[in-house]
């Protein structure tokens, strides 16, 4: 699996955990169940580690969302900011103009444009804060 495939399906549970009050782990089985997902160190490393940073992570961005509510943020861009913001300030090795690029990425797959320019313009902002 490459590293995009990887993130694409890291933002699936991350979103599948946003609609679901279970824990990570029972997300993760449901997944290899339904799925056949046999997640690598990456796709357990990033779920597991935003909801660990949930608070520091919702929290930027809210810095960074001017003028929007995170409650106000539909679920598909909050799971694509959660996972970018995630590898921005926790994983080094991954420059932060591929977790940006990657991120407006899922979100034309996923989402709409507008959405897209939304979550690139939190992520520029929460770069240039860093």
Known sequence: MTRKQAREEAFILIFEKAFNDISIEEILEIAREVRDLEPDEYIIGVFSGVFSNLEVIDSLISENAKGWKIGRISKTALS????????IKF??????SVSINEAVELCKKYATQEEAAFVNGILSSVEKSS
Do not use: K, S
């Open 80 to 87: 694509v900011l959660r996972l970018a913001i995630y590898e």
């Open 91 to 96: 994983i080094d090795e991954i420059p932060v």
